[in-house]
């Protein structure tokens, strides 16, 4: 397990930019057998590596990693946290706020923002983990590439529920796209609400599992039709929808065996952030190449001194 980036740049798996971005099925990024389909007979999803069949490809990955028997690309793990909280969440939530400040709002976007922060923060009572601002534009507005919310993937993953309030309370009840984006977060929310209920089981139960996808892969059609309109309107940046959606959809046809808490990344994301303080407390008046030296004794003997104390 591992993110995107990991995946990549260590165990030399496609990238998700690439256009063929999956190591657990032989889509595309175009064609016939793109990840854009979304639908229940989507060709991608009679295309999954098999590790035989995988391992005799030629364009496999080199890691050794891999020489185990048995292990291929399909046994990397989706990342549910990078692909939907720091993926296709980032997008939506972005793109309903740029809707509503600059298109249904009726003030300039940045008062209009600040209406729906104050509306955010009247939802926020019982949350444990909410959003530090959303008090400038530049925070989901991108001069470059498709909107996209910025924040910490439990920033991201505990705003879904105040961001469907906040579309319920401002939204054109008779709009058909509107009513779309609706169905989306309720959906969306949905599975979040799922994922809650099971989190301490290894996998979820065959009734749960086929809700779970179903609902997956009806978050994906919306996201990719919505997608397609907003570009017909020249609004390419809106919705966008990415290969990111398309590990969601990998995660949810897993969770028979392994449900996406266990195998996210939030652990190590907290992992990455202990190293960095670890790394600048040992850099002063150490010359850069003992650096990795120190950092290395200083983490052996804080997990020392940590397993004493578990033991006692």
Request: glycine share 6%.
């Amino acid at each position: 397990m591992g993110d995107l980036d990991y995946n990549a740049k260590v165990l030399g798996l496609p990238h998700y930019q690439s256009e063929m971005p999956c190591s657990i099925c032989q889509c595309t990024k175009n064609g016939t057998n793109s990840y854009k389909n979304n639908s229940a007979t989507a060709p991608w999803l009679k295309s999954f590596w098999a590790p035989d069949q995988w391992k005799a490809w030629s364009g496999r990955s080199k890691c050794i990693i891999f020489d185990i028997a048995g292990l291929s690309g399909a046994s990397v793990a989706p990342d549910w946290m990078h692909a939907a909280y720091l993926g296709a969440y980032q997008y939506i939530f972005a793109s309903i706020l740029y809707i509503l400040c600059f298109d249904i709002l009726d003030e300039e976007p940045i008062q209009n923002l600040k209406k729906c922060w104050d509306f955010l923060l009247g939802q926020y009572k019982n949350s444990k983990c909410r959003h530090s601002a959303i008090n400038k534009l530049s925070f989901f507005v991108r001069k470059s590439g498709a909107h996209k919310l910025r924040g910490k993937a439990g920033e991201i993953k505990n705003i879904a529920k105040p961001m469907l309030k906040l579309w319920t309370e401002f939204h054109d009840a008779g709009n058909d796209i509107h009513k779309k984006i609706l169905l989306l977060m309720i959906t969306l929310v949905d599975i979040e609400t799922l994922l809650a209920e099971y989190s301490g089981e290894i996998n979820l139960p065959e009734a749960a599992y086929k809700q779970f996808v179903k609902k997956t892969f009806l978050i994906a059609q919306l996201q990719q039709m919505l997608s397609d309109h907003f570009q017909g309107l020249n609004k390419p940046k809106v919705f966008s929808a990415t290969s990111k959606t398309h590990q969601i959809l990998h995660a949810a046809l897993y969770s028979k065996h392994v449900q996406p808490s266990l195998t996210w990344c939030f652990g190590g994301e907290d992992y990455m952030r202990k190293i960095q303080n670890l790394g600048q407390s040992t850099v002063r008046g150490v010359n850069p190449h003992k650096t990795t030296i120190k950092m290395a004794n200083h983490y052996r003997l804080g997990l020392h001194l940590h397993f004493e104390k578990l033991r006692v």
